[in-house]
């Protein structure tokens, strides 16, 4: 018989809690708990990401909007989670901080491929994930993948926008460079969004999603700041100077460069015939 337990596992779940410290310190139980909730979450974003490329690929724009909202709203909680481990002091996590190196939420492989999927290629990673075999497949396949712009201007082709063979016939395997092109394409669709309203409605979808990454890298930075200032990080990076680095990236660089053209004489809004 099926339980509440059996079905979601909840004996093997809360045994997955293992604390490093001795004696046990009290919030290592929150950094853990956190940073698993974390995982899980980026589980179920690359889950959606499945989803949401698949309804581009068979032009069901509203399927993807649908499911780029939720990854929307799960980044939301993902940023107010960092709230909660700012509960925990700087004291607090340096009684067993120590204990974690070299470990680091730099090692998430799943981030990796998170980002890896929306663009941001880049196959030095890899070599951090030698030791974890599992790890460094999901990788390298992420990186054969198309990314979700190349979805996104195969739909926008197939809807009859005029994109360049070269971003359709592109090497998938190569990060996404900003096309000057594409974005000529997208303001467009901006400045006469009433005329192309299922195109715009999709794009201002995936600013969302981007606005969201950002604000969550941005919480991020702060609270690692706040705990440990501009100390080297366990994993041996930079610490916050690296994080602050991060908070330039974008997975939709055209989308954003274009609001710089907007307002600037054109008809924005009204339908062209």
Not at 3 to 14: D, R, V
Request: charged share 20%.
């Amino acid at each position: 018989m099926v339980t509440y337990s059996s079905y979601l596992k909840i004996t093997e779940l809360l045994s997955l809690q293992q604390l490093l410290s001795n004696p046990k310190e009290h919030d290592e139980m929150l950094f853990i708990i956190i940073h698993q909730t974390y995982e899980l979450w980026f589980k179920q974003i690359l889950h959606e990401l499945d989803l949401a490329e698949k309804d581009l690929d068979n032009d069901n724009p509203l399927g993807a909007l649908k499911t780029l909202k939720r990854v929307s709203t799960i980044m939301g909680v993902l940023t107010q989670q960092v709230s909660i481990l700012e509960t925990m002091t700087p004291n607090d996590f340096n009684l067993f901080r120590a204990r974690l190196n070299p470990a680091s939420g730099f090692q998430s492989h799943q981030f990796r491929v998170l980002e890896f999927r929306m663009g941001l290629k880049d196959p030095a990673f890899l070599k951090f994930f030698k030791t974890n075999p599992s790890s460094h497949a999901a990788m390298e396949q992420a990186l054969k993948k198309p990314t979700f712009q190349d979805h996104l201007v195969g739909f926008l082709a197939r809807r009859g926008y005029k994109v360049p063979g070269a971003l359709l016939s592109r090497d998938v395997s190569s990060p996404w460079t900003p096309s000057k092109e594409l974005e000529d394409i997208l303001t467009d669709i901006y400045e006469n969004h009433a005329k192309h309203y299922e195109a715009y409605t999709l794009l201002e979808s995936l600013c969302d999603l981007d606005q969201q990454f950002t604000l969550w890298r941005y919480r991020h930075v702060a609270m690692v700041e706040r705990m440990i200032g501009s100390r080297i990080g366990t994993g041996g990076s930079s610490g916050v100077k690296y994080l602050s680095a991060t908070l330039s990236k974008r997975f939709f660089p055209e989308i954003w460069s274009l609001r710089s053209r907007l307002g600037s004489g054109h008809n924005y809004g009204q339908p062209q015939s």
